[in-house]
């Protein structure tokens, strides 16, 4: 598996299909190095994140997470 942490495009770019041909890349290496699964989260509020992902074929696992943060100076 693996994560893929964030994807963004820059404003003056955005919804020209830049963000799923990424998308589409990544899945096209996942397949060549035998990576059966990508990992991604966002905010339930983040609509655009959503759209993208379920546009380029991810499919909707679950609305809850737990998330933990080190502070590694402390």
């Known amino acids: 598996m693996i994560y893929l942490y964030e994807i963004g495009v820059h404003p003056e770019y955005r919804r ?41 074929g991810a499919t909707f696992e679950r609305e809850d997470h737990v998330e933990y943060v080190y502070d590694a100076l402390s």
């Open 16 to 56: 020209k299909g830049i963000g799923a041909a990424l998308i589409g890349a990544l899945k096209e290496d996942c397949r060549n190095r035998d990576i059966l699964k990508i990992w991604v989260g966002t905010e339930a509020d983040n609509l655009a994140a959503r759209r993208l992902y379920e546009s380029t």
